[in-house]
């Protein structure tokens, strides 16, 4: 067949091009028929135009091609797999339904969008770098800090943990793939476009209002407006339609034996974090469409001068967006649990006690939205029974630590690089959350809120923490990816590197912020030169280290050191089959016997194949 | 045993960290009851939670050093699950700490929002200045918040168009201007003097300019003087409203400080000095329709070194009366 007919990107290029022009010109004619005048309208026109343009990618790629014929009744066509796994490169860029190869895509696209979003701060860095408006205007300047934001927290931080799960949670769970391969793959293609959508914006004048887009200033923003709430939605979509996926395979799915208390740590995080995003996601998508709605068809939700509510918009937006929080970091602290336990050759301390705050954190995280409108002007009593969850949900939160520090002690510690951001998150993670104790403070975040103090708070806890544990398990799993080992002399400078550097950018922004400086600005107050020409060098030490890692990424495919199935002497699943794990994860299905951490315990064990046995497995790394 | 010497130690030189970071002063000048409240509960959280960074820390540290696996090692680390008593010790310490927090905190809250207010204020904000009603005088005031020193003064924040915050650091106290509601901010200021005045929330091109003293803004302010020498401005801005009022240019005046045109441009008979948009007194003599159109539609023609921030919405909320006397003065140089 034609290449441009075939599921693929090439069919893309025609497809979607032809689906959006469809769908515009059916509102054309639709707009004619009702006699509106003018007949065209640009914010609709984008609208329409840009979902139809998702349709057509998603046709073009081949995300239907089962479903479609399905749907019309045709004979069931038994599956061939022929859509699974990787034989080359090429298989990376098609509708693959291997969660492997879902895993390494999701990864390859959130850590290209880290770095684009990366690139955007250094940008507006520059322009901090110095008070005045040097090189770029105040609009590009709003525009370039909320691309930042969004695409940081949609395009990177969420979705990289949806990567790493895809790629590790089935082979843990001892299943031979996800639930539902095709939703699966279908989830992961939603998110290029939503970074792509993001992008876009700036072709008509980017979002200005940060990545909040509180209304009325987002309804009368530019266009880019518009495109930002279509993006949200695409992403959305990929981070619901993903935890769904997690959700049934994790209660579903899991190898005989593997009873709840058996799941390593990760998978419970996994769990809480996916019942989150189910629960939460709906309400972001709920208010962009409404913004959206106020924007293209003139609806009043939240536009005040049509008897809209701007606080209306908070509450609903942060029902989500604080939950969303939490499925920003919890996976990350499941990864810490795995590094931390294998590494100390120890078993993990609390076990339970870890997993149930996880699902802790995951209930009282719904609680505590309002703690982002302390200033907003909603009504008075509500601060304080949000001031008492957002001050216990430190509980469970500290659980954790406290934990993380048991397994430490005594242990046998493996300084690997994926040791170093474990440990390394632990301190700059507890500056983040002793930060936000004080926040849950109402006096004291009258003081500070929408200052550069949170701006502070929240890249410890973003980037010192999330960003931390991304690094920790990228360390940690590459030698399963591609059984090579990433160098770990740059491993450590990078680790040393963006340690360093992560406190000199993100600690002073806590005396800017005390002292005055609101978040989200151009130009500054001179007397703050000092500090902000500071920030402005360290952030761009930060961003060179990032050199080192992609560099080490892709050299190590090729040229690291080769690993063997199990290099860390692990016990879970994952690290007992060959490493790349074959296609379908396992060879004979595994049977769950024991524990996941029993480190340091004579003859623990926490699965064994039956006839024949696998591939190597070794007790002990250094052994 | 080596574990609780090196846990209290981090705890102990945690705590005298947070004492250092208080007494060293990272907050800014303390003018209001509302800043000294504030202010107890922050050192206390500070010195706290600075014990729980320095245990943490402590025994991170130390547990990396002493355990850390060095070669040719063949010891095996001892199989522990978990030590249920320190479990419990470790929810429910941090529980009773949160808890305190919370009580100061709201008592903190409870205290810098009670008794009955001496003195009602409005603030309006806008893009992108603030400007000033105070109902008891009868006045409308634009480039400068004066209060009494010593007053309970009841704030009432409000918008003409979309969010903004107001936050006075000194007076450690801040909320949203929100559309379409009223916000309101009890200060009992305690010193005089002259304090920065800052916008916290992204309104728009123009945002820095309301957050203080960028190059090229007037510096927005808080002025707090005694009460003698605030009734003598109020007796002083009562005048000059009351003479405007009767002059022949009174009126077109009245409009450009109500409408906040003042925030942004220069205009000699208004007295305004904003630097973020074009001066307006070369327009005198003038072509009307131009003027008119620069304010109905500022997107259409620019004058060069400024940007396209004007807001765009003066068209609808200046009414067209208003909007002729407003062309016809700035046109005829204030006549």
Partial sequence: MNVFLRPNLARCLWVAPLTALIVMCLTLALRHLFGMTPIFDSEQMITVGYLGGVIGFLIGIGAFDTWFPWMLGAAERPDDHSAHGARSWRDYFRFNTDHMVIGVQYIATTLILFLVAGMFAEIFRAELAHPGQDFITTSAYNGLMSQHGIIMLLGFLIPIFAGIGNFVIPLMLGAPDMAFPRLNALSFWLLPLAGLIFLSAFLVGSFESGWTAYPPFSTRGPMGETIFELGVQIGGASSIATAVNFLVTIITMRAPGMTLFRMPLLVWANLATSALVVAATPFIAGSQFMNMFDRVIGTPFFEPDLGGNTLAYQHVFWFYSHPAVYIMVLPGFGIISEVISVMARKPIFGYRAIAFSSAGIAILGFSVWAHHMFASGMEPWLRVPMMITTMLIAIPTGIKIFSWLGTLWQGVLQMTTAMLFATGFIFTFVIGGVTGIWLASVPFTYHVHDTYFVVAHFHYVLFGGSVMTVFAGLYFWYPKVFGRHMSESLGRLHFWSTFIFTNLTFFPMHWLGLEGMPRRVADYDPSYANWNLFISISAFCLGAGMLLFVYNLLHSARHGKPSGSNPFGAMTLEWLVSSPPPIFNFDVPPRIVGGPYGYGIEGARHAMFPEPAPAETREQAHA | ?335
């Fill in chain 2, 1 to 335: 045993m080596k574990l609780v010497i090196i846990g209290v130690v981090g705890t102990i030189v945690g705590c005298l960290l947070g004492v250092a970071i208080v007494a060293a002063g990272t907050m800014p000048e303390q003018a209001s009851v509302q800043a000294e409240n504030t202010d107890w509960v922050y050192d206390i959280m500070v010195i706290i939670t600075g014990g729980i960074f320095g245990l943490v820390t402590a025994v991170l540290v130390a547990a990396i050093v002493i355990y850390r696996h060095r070669r040719g090692e063949t010891r095996v680390a001892p199989p522990v699950h978990g030590h249920t008593v320190l479990e419990i010790w470790w929810t429910i310490i941090p529980a009773i700490i949160v808890i305190f927090f919370t009580a100061i905190s709201w008592k903190a809250l409870n205290d810098n929002e009670g008794g009955k207010a001496d003195l009602a204020i409005t603030v309006w904000g806008q893009q992108f200045d603030w400007k000033y009603d105070y109902p008891s005088l009868g006045l409308e005031q634009q480039s400068e918040l004066v209060v009494p020193v010593g007053a309970k003064i009841d704030f009432t924040i409000r918008t003409k168009d979309v969010i903004h915050g107001f936050w006075v650091p000194a007076w450690r106290m801040q909320i949203n201007a929100t559309p379409g509601r009223e916000t309101a901010l009890r200060v009992t200021p305690t010193k005089t003097g002259s304090f920065k005045l800052v916008c916290t929330f992204i309104c728009g091109s123009g945002h820095p300019v309301m957050g203080t003293d960028v190059k090229g803004s007037i510096p927005r302010r808080v002025r707090v003087v005694t009460q003698a020498e605030w009734d003598a401005w109020a007796a002083e801005a009562q005048a000059a409203a009351a003479e405007q009022a009767s002059s022949p240019e009174g009126a077109a005046v009245s409009i450009f400080t109500k409408a906040g045109c003042g925030g942004c441009h220069a205009w000699t008979p208004a007295a305004s000095t904003g630097g973020v948009g074009p001066g307006l007194d070369g327009l005198a003599g003038g072509d009307a329709e131009a003027i008119r159109q620069s304010i109905t539609d500022p997107s259409a023609t620019l004058v060069s070194g400024f940007g396209d921030i004007m807001p765009k919405d003066f068209g609808a909320s200046l009414s067209p009366g208003d909007l002729d006397i407003l062309v016809q003065s700035l046109a005829g140089g204030g006549a």
